[in-house]
């Protein structure tokens, strides 16, 4: 089955505690991306990745990093979380930037 | 500012009454939108990719066109499972790979 998978789906953290969401997608996708959404705020991209080695600053990169090591995995890394990191995070992967994505479950990830 | 406005952002009708959801961008240079459908707790899912002035696509009960500076999702004669956000996207601007998300439209469809 075509999915595109995230884990963990939750997870209850404290400040500056390094974590990682992992992201994983089966489709041979070339383009995937991280986005974050806040009630009122709507999808802000964090960052994406047009291939493997290459990626790029979407509109919240601060406070994140990502890594494209590979085609199939795009994890995201919060090295110091805050609490205003508390938030809904999607991974989405598409065939390339210009077709539509497909989106993971989500991570609903709480900092205290 | 919003690249990418929509409105209503709730809506409410009751089945069988046909509306429209409005997406608008300033995003120049527009090279895809992008409709979504978002269920609560769930990611959003895809439904209609529009690439120029004139476009439309259909699929059951969902009809989106669009327009030099908006789209339209239009909803006929809903159900009850029509329930969800309904999310607009847009592809444009000088960075190829960023996508700018409206903020969506609550839809309600009681019976």
């Known amino acids: 089955e075509a999915q595109v998978t995230q884990n963990p789906r939750y997870l209850i953290t404290v400040t500056g505690k390094k974590l990682t969401v992992t992201c994983s997608q089966n489709?041979?996708?070339?383009?995937m991306s991280w986005y974050r959404q806040d009630p009122g705020l709507g999808l802000r991209q964090i960052y994406y990745?047009?291939?493997?080695?290459?990626?790029d600053k979407g509109d919240v990169p601060e406070g994140y990093k990502v890594s494209r090591k590979e085609k199939r995995n795009f994890p995201l890394i919060l090295e110091s979380p805050s609490p205003n990191q508390t938030s809904l995070y999607f991974c989405?992967?598409?065939?390339?930037?210009?077709?539509?994505?497909?989106f993971g479950p989500g991570t609903r990830l709480t900092v205290t | 500012e919003d690249q990418v406005t929509q409105s209503p952002e709730a809506l409410r009708l009751q089945e069988g009454e046909s509306s429209s959801l409005n997406c608008s961008y300033t995003?120049?240079?527009?090279?895809?939108l992008f409709w979504y459908r978002q269920d609560p707790g769930k990611g959003p899912e895809f439904l209609f990719t529009?690439?120029?002035a004139g476009e439309e696509k259909e699929k059951e009960r969902l009809k989106a066109t669009l327009t030099k500076k908006e789209s339209f999702l239009h909803i006929t004669a809903p159900k009850p499972e029509d329930s969800a956000t309904y999310l607009c996207?847009?592809?444009?601007?000088?960075?190829?790979?960023?996508?700018?998300f409206g903020r969506g439209t609550q839809l309600t469809v009681w019976p």
């Open positions: 989405a992967s598409s065939r390339d930037h210009s077709y539509e994505q497909y």
């Open positions: 489709m041979n996708h070339e383009y």
């Open positions: 990745s047009m291939n493997v080695e290459v990626t």
């Open positions: 995003v120049s240079g527009l090279r895809g």
């Open positions: 529009l690439y120029s």
């Open positions: 996207a847009v592809q444009g601007g000088s960075t190829l790979g960023r996508l700018y």
